[in-house]
């Protein structure tokens, strides 16, 4: 199969060598991974490891619904879109590793760094909660991250543009999934009504930190905010539920996730997902 370039390989859902899990050791594998002329490498690997943090943790949260969810279809369905964000996670911290000359791996940015060093939103590491609450967490999160990945497709860097061109296929199919769940739920019996305008409001004071631009991210946040207002609006009229009116979560001095700033949830979500890793750090897999 011949591509234009070499970049377009990542995007092409056809092509398994470009697929998570075919095995290879660095899922950037034959990409020129030079930083380009004009681009700052430390910024441009910060703001990577940002993304690939979101993607990674909220991938955990999704994964842990498996075999929880309330038919098996949707726990295949979750799993996958928690299989879709860990490729996004693996690419986007591969690229940082790279973009930053540690060369360090995905793996090692996953399993080997303290919390205080994640730059995920908290929206990401909120877990619990009943099934109302994670359909809320995900249209909120995959609202978002679609509106930013597209305005990532246009990036100065090809390989974080090609990977931002994967990532908002998926994406469209997240927020979908999401946003059909919480019609159904929001629309059916007061029971479920009541649910998922629990999940909502619960949700709803980790909004306002999507939309706060950070000073090494490529992309104004705020300038999102807009098209995910629009969206979360038609979902919400469909679904006969109300706009949540709540504050936001206060930081630490003004720091949040993308600081290192987390909730209490977070040491307990990085417990397990580095456990192994950690009691066995030569260990292959």
């Known amino acids: 199969m011949s591509f234009d370039n070499v970049y377009e390989a990542i995007t092409d859902d056809n092509d398994a060598r470009w697929a998570f899990g075919t095995g290879f050791a660095d899922p950037l594998s034959g990409v020129d991974i030079t930083v380009p002329t004009g681009v700052d490498a430390a910024e441009l690997a910060a703001y990577c490891l940002m993304l690939g943090d979101d993607a990674l943790v909220f991938s955990h949260r999704l994964q842990e619904w498996v075999t ?3 038919e098996l279809e949707d726990e295949v369905a979750i799993a996958n879109i928690g299989l879709d964000l860990l490729g996004q996670a693996r690419l986007l911290l591969a690229r940082a590793g790279k973009a930053d000359g540690t060369d360090r791996s995905e793996d090692t940015l996953a399993f080997l760094r303290a919390e205080h060093e994640f730059r995920n939103v908290r929206l990401a590491e909120l877990g619990g909660g009943h099934f109302g609450h994670l ?21 100065v860097d090809p390989v974080l543009a090609a990977i931002a061109a994967k990532g908002v296929k998926e994406l469209a199919y997240h927020r979908d999934y999401a946003a059909q769940w919480v019609v159904r739920l929001g629309d059916g019996t007061a029971l479920s009504h009541e649910r998922m305008q629990e999940g909502l409001d619960a949700v709803w004071p980790y909004v306002d930190e999507l939309f706060k631009t950070h000073s090494l991210e490529l992309v104004d946040a705020a300038s999102l905010r807009p098209e995910f207002d629009v969206v979360l609006d038609q979902v919400l009229a469909a ?15 003004g720091r949040t996730g993308r600081d290192g700033i987390h909730t209490e949830q977070m040491g307990f979500l990085l417990a397990q997902l580095q456990s192994v890793a950690r009691a066995m750090p030569d260990a292959t897999w």
Request: charged residues 15%; hydrophobic residues 50%.
């Open 135 to 155: 359909m809320a967490r995900l249209l909120v999160f995959s609202t978002w991250r679609l509106a930013l990945l597209q305005q990532l497709e246009s990036s």
């Open 239 to 253: 679904a006969t539920l109300e706009r949540p009116t709540s504050g936001a979560v206060a930081g630490v001095s």
């Open 68 to 70: 929880n969810a309330p």
